[in-house]
């Protein structure tokens, strides 16, 4: 089995990042995981490829727009658990990066501005996973952080 994870962001440039270093990089050249960045501005329609809209119902900022995030995360047909890296999330552990090291596909959703439609989460049953107690400019960093633990645990990686 290879481990595989689609990483839905605006920033696709940031993967592998620190993952093609070390242990995960030669376990990347194996073929042991792999991963598809998919960018998620290449699914908008306009001429601008706007992908950001004031939330529903009002509020302050701007969030991800729902349809666009659905057609990049519908373009994978193997999608796995679906998880979205959150300050507002539940704090990932060790427990929680042992069971997702197993499954054979993940989808990670990294949010930018204010973050993402709740509508959309709750449509796709996204679970939201926090890395700490702290805000990031957006969830690439922290979808490299659970990507690490995960990888570490696979059979061949150590």
């Known amino acids: 089995m290879v481990w595989h994870v689609n990483i839905l962001t605006l920033f696709p440039d940031m993967f592998p990042g620190s993952l093609g270093q070390s242990l995960s990089g030669r376990a990347l050249e194996k073929k042991i995981w792999s991963y598809n960045a998919i960018n998620i501005r290449d699914f908008a329609e306009d001429s601008r490829k706007t992908v950001d809209d004031t939330p529903f119902g009002g509020g302050a900022g701007m969030v991800m727009r729902p349809d666009?995030?659905?057609?990049?995360?519908?373009?994978?047909?193997?999608?796995?658990?679906?998880?979205?890296?959150?300050?507002?999330?539940?704090?990932?552990?060790?427990?929680?990066?042992?069971?997702?090291?197993?499954?054979?596909?993940?989808?990670?959703?990294?949010?930018?501005?204010?973050?993402?439609?709740?509508?959309?989460?709750?449509?796709?049953?996204f679970e939201e996973l926090s890395i700490g107690d702290y805000i990031l400019s957006g969830g690439e960093p922290a979808a490299i952080i659970l990507m690490d633990a995960c990888i570490r645990l696979i059979p061949n990686v150590m």
């Open 68 to 125: 666009i995030i659905e057609r990049a995360l519908l373009s994978s047909s193997q999608t796995g658990p679906r998880i979205y890296m959150s300050p507002r999330g539940k704090p990932l552990t060790q427990e929680r990066v042992q069971s997702l090291s197993q499954e054979e596909h993940l989808t990670l959703l990294c949010g930018r501005y204010e973050g993402v439609d709740q509508r959309l989460l709750d449509a796709h049953q």
